[in-house]
């Protein structure tokens, strides 16, 4: 167990500019106390300043950096946390002001996600976003470069350790992207022959913490890392899942979307998202028993047209019926489903409703198979929704009537058993 005394104490500092309304500001900065205790921070308070922007050179104004300065002293913080990516002269200057670390909502993200990497490409892309975060920053921050290995044999003459740190890093970003190209080839080859084989995909997105991998884990009987904190899940994880008809399709579970996603994570984790882009059917898990909801719901659409994905169809599920929000109201423009993915009739009904909306993409099939044809009546029941199958013992033939995918290769193979 995680003892109290290892927490880091943390005082956040928002600044709620005058076109931020109350409301979402309030959230933001409550999440930001989430995002703290997920990086294993203790929250010691909470510091606001309403402007009309962000002061320039440090955030907050020169008062409000005073003030900061005595309450890190008083209580002994180990670091000051900032709502807002920080510019590197703001970062600078914050550094020399204050007898604390200073880390910005950016790096409490990378520091979360560092943390959740699992997967080779996971840590390969967290790294990465790490890195360009921190190349712009580097002057005057007095970091020891060496666990990058920065050292004898990698400076020229004459060459400043600020300018040899720079250069590592750049040769470090390279030497990332060679490796996850090879990754990304990888997964584009294998989702070419998921492609080719015609298999149905579904993609479960949605906000960070919304109930998606315990969904997934229900829905196909995987073991994808679950909990009650955001970002649990970073790797992408693709299972069978077993719609009611027995049709076979294939699910997967994707990182958490979240409000003012650095953007470089936007661009580390894209290889992970085109999963989302290849899906047939996206199930958007919206968690009915936050106060944000809304706000969360439309984060994730926002970031699905970002990567230009809004013209997949789409499945909302309102998860954590049991436990909803007294003042929810759906509100979204796609079929909806109410679940607690606890819940084995939600889910059951949740399969039938996934499998409505499969049968609109597909096309009716009426056909008499002859008996010896094994192979072809197994595949229908396993890669077609057969909706009825019945033995005609006068002629020794099943007829079948159901749906199949219109470019599957089975239903051209229908066509000579067409009735």
């Known amino acids: ?43 010691l308070l909470s510091v606001i300043q309403k402007r009309e922007r962000v002061h320039p050179a440090t955030y907050i104004g020169k008062g409000k950096v005073e003030e900061l300065k005595a309450l890190v002293d008083e209580m002994e913080a180990d670091l000051v946390i900032f709502n807002d990516e920080l510019s590197p002269s703001q970062k600078r200057n914050l550094s020399s002001a204050l007898e604390a670390r200073i880390i910005d909502r950016t790096q409490l993200i990378l520091d979360i996600f560092a943390q959740r990497a699992r997967s080779k490409e996971g840590k390969l892309q967290v790294e990465l976003a790490q890195l360009q975060y921190l190349l712009p920053r580097l002057a ?179 998860n954590k019926r049991d436990i909803q929000h007294p003042d929810f109201v759906p509100t979204a423009q796609t079929p909806t489903a109410f679940i607690s993915a606890y819940d084995v009739e939600d889910r059951n009904a949740l399969k039938k409703k996934i499998e409505e909306l499969v049968i609109e993409g597909m096309e009716a099939y009426s056909v008499k198979v002859p008996s010896t044809e094994g192979k072809l009546l197994s595949q229908l029941k396993n890669e077609t929704i057969l909706r009825e199958l019945t033995f005609n013992e006068q002629f020794q033939l099943y007829e079948c009537k159901g749906y199949s995918l219109r470019d599957h290769h089975i239903t051209g193979q229908l066509q000579k058993y067409s009735v």
């Open 1 to 43: 167990m995680e003892q109290k005394t290892d927490l880091e104490k943390a005082i956040l500092v928002g600044c709620q500019t005058t076109n931020e309304d109350d409301l979402r500001f309030q959230y933001s900065m409550e999440e930001l106390v989430s995002l703290t205790e997920t990086a294993k921070g203790e929250v």
């Open 140 to 318: 005057g921050q007095g970091i020891a470069m060496s666990r990058l290995g920065a050292g004898i044999g990698t400076r020229g003459p004459g060459e400043t350790k600020l300018e040899a740190d720079r250069r590592h890093i750049r040769r470090r970003i390279d030497d990332i992207k060679s490796q996850l190209n090879v990754i990304v080839h990888h997964r584009d080859r294998y989702r070419e022959r998921r492609k080719k084989n015609k298999t149905f995909q579904i993609a479960i997105v949605g906000y960070t913490n919304a109930g998606k991998s315990t969904l997934f884990n229900r829905l196909s009987e995987a073991d994808s890392y679950e909990e009650n904190q955001l970002f649990a899940t970073l790797d992408p994880m693709t299972r069978k899942v077993i719609l009611p008809s027995g049709f076979l399709a294939l699910i997967t579970d994707t990182v958490g979307f979240i409000q003012d996603l650095p953007t470089a994570l936007i661009a580390a984790f894209r290889s992970t998202l085109e999963e989302v882009k290849e899906a047939d059917l996206l199930l958007h898990v919206v968690d009915m028993a936050n106060p944000d909801y809304f706000q969360h719901e439309k984060t994730v659409n926002h970031l699905l047209d970002e990567l230009d994905i809004k013209d997949i169809p789409q499945l909302t599920v309102y």
